[in-house]
T-cell receptor, first 116, second 116 residues
């Protein structure tokens, strides 16, 4: 069975500091992708970053980077230089490719609050 | 280009009534997904359409739920004989399918369903 675990229900960070949001996953599929989405209070889901299981380097997108540790099955999101607009719920998700299904399995989410 | 659109944005219905939720994916996206998000929870996969292939219905919670996708574009999710536990935000997403990797899903704004 595939599973995503986000152990931090809520996090606080001071503006301009970096923060790491934890994500661990479980799958027996050798080919998979890991995604992070942001959900502000308005409700829309915003794609942030993607990491493929065979990617050699950690993914980066602007202030977002993914700390991918395959042996530990973790895919933590690092947000550098936090901004007030980063306050939102963050979801880690996984897609297993060998099973040829497009569905994403989501974690329970982490609520991030950025303090001024 | 327009994003994924969903209608209605809000729907209040009485227990036992049928409801239809509509999703209009991004033009050119061949994959379409429905998810459900209960209050404060992660997203739960419902159904996945890819081109002309048979849909993956593995996430539908009961036979009261069904979905169709006409002409490879617009999709309708139908819930028959609604129950109070069906109250949630129903999110639709679409994606390109390029190879098998990194096909981020773009989400619509969701339909908030309340069953009284």
């Amino acid at each position: 069975a595939q599973k995503i675990t986000q152990t931090q229900p809520g996090m606080f960070v001071q503006e301009k500091e970096a923060v790491t949001l934890d994500c661990t996953y479980d799958t027996s599929d050798p080919s998979y992708g890991l995604f992070w989405y942001k959900q502000p209070s308005s409700g829309e889901m915003i794609f942030l970053i993607y990491q493929g299981s065979y990617d050699q380097q950690n993914a980066t997108e602007g202030r977002y980077s993914l700390n991918f540790q395959k042996a530990r099955k973790s895919a933590n999101l690092v947000i550098s230089a936090s901004q007030l607009g980063d306050s939102a719920m963050y979801f880690c998700a996984m897609r297993a490719y060998s099973s040829n299904t497009g569905k994403l399995i989501f974690g329970q989410g982490t609520t991030l609050q950025v303090k001024p | 280009g327009a994003g994924v659109s969903q209608s209605p944005s809000n729907k209040v219905t009485e227990k036992g009534k049928d409801v239809e939720l509509r999703c209009d994916p991004i033009s050119g996206h061949t994959a379409l997904y429905w998810y459900r998000q209960s209050l404060g929870q992660g997203l739960e996969f419902l159904i996945y359409f890819q081109g002309n292939s048979a849909p993956d219905k593995s996430g539908l919670p009961s036979d009261r739920f069904s979905a169709e996708r006409t002409g490879g574009s617009v999709s309708t999710l139908t819930i028959q004989r609604t129950q109070q536990e069906d109250s949630a935000v129903y999110l639709c997403a679409s994606s390109l399918v390029r190879g098998a990797m990194g096909n981020e899903q773009f989400f619509g704004p969701g339909t908030r369903l309340t069953v009284l």
